[in-house]
């Protein structure tokens, strides 16, 4: 099964909000990974945060990691309608053989 | 900008035939990956290489094969395709120095009739 999940599925905000997505997932991980895709696109790495930290920014993104409730969010603030796309979160954790498993992904839709 | 590319980005072909869909990345990367995802769902890791000679079979079955010769190149076939394979296929790659960052081609999105 797969190790991450995302909630929520969809949201839709409008420009200016901030969007906040979360993922939980099962085992003791390395560190988390977050990417973003486009409509028919591949992926794009946003950000890493390993296992020993608990907050890391990169621009307008901010991700926390709470190991403790197997639990990591991503906020995009401010959002621009050009943040519209797919975000998954990825684990990599030591039992996984050094691949990364995907979760489902959170469909963000930002309205101008 | 990632050097990875993945040809072709789409193709539309019947039943039973065979076809390879192509991932080259010059970044020397030791590290391949193929994923699948079928629209609006995860990715599903259907093989990978840790370098030259070096295949795995990934968590999601597939009845597609790889190789991986050379070193930028990682190319999927499937040798009679059919409608079930219709999917988008995400070829990936990451370096030794292993900053963990996996790099993303552009995708081919295969539709079998």
């Known amino acids: 099964s797969q190790q991450g999940e995302e909630d929520p599925q969809a949201l839709s905000i409008q420009e200016g909000e901030n969007a906040t997505m979360n993922c939980s997932y099962k085992t003791s991980i390395n560190n988390l990974q977050w990417y973003r895709q486009n409509s028919g696109r591949g992926l794009v790495h946003l950000i890493l945060?390993?296992?020993?930290?608990r907050e890391k920014h990169s621009g307008r993104l901010r991700v926390t990691l709470d190991t403790s409730k197997k639990s990591s969010s991503l906020l995009i603030t401010a959002s621009r309608a050009a943040d519209t796309a797919s975000y998954f979160c990825?684990?990599?954790?030591?039992?996984?053989?050094?691949?990364?498993?995907f979760g489902q992904g959170t469909e963000l839709s930002v309205k101008p | 900008e990632a050097d990875i590319y993945q040809t072709p980005r789409y193709l539309v072909i019947g039943t039973g035939k065979k076809i390879t869909l192509e991932c080259s990345q010059t970044?020397?990367?030791?590290?391949m990956y193929w994923y699948q995802q079928d629209p609006g769902m995860e990715l599903h890791l259907i093989h990978y290489?840790?370098?030259?000679?070096?295949?795995e079979k990934g968590d999601l079955s597939s009845e597609s094969t790889v190789s991986r010769i050379r070193t930028e190149h990682f190319p999927l076939t499937l040798e009679s395709a059919r409608p079930s394979h219709t999917s988008q296929y995400l070829c990936?790659?990451?370096?030794?120095?292993?900053?963990?960052?996996?790099?993303f081609g552009e995708g081919s999105r295969l539709t079998v009739l």
């Open positions: 990936a790659s990451k370096g030794l120095a292993d900053t963990g960052e996996l790099f």
């Open positions: 990825a684990t990599d954790a030591d039992n996984q053989g050094g691949k990364l498993i």
């Open positions: 970044m020397g990367h030791d590290k």
């Open positions: 290489s840790y370098g030259v000679n070096s295949t």
């Open positions: 945060i390993r296992s020993n930290e």
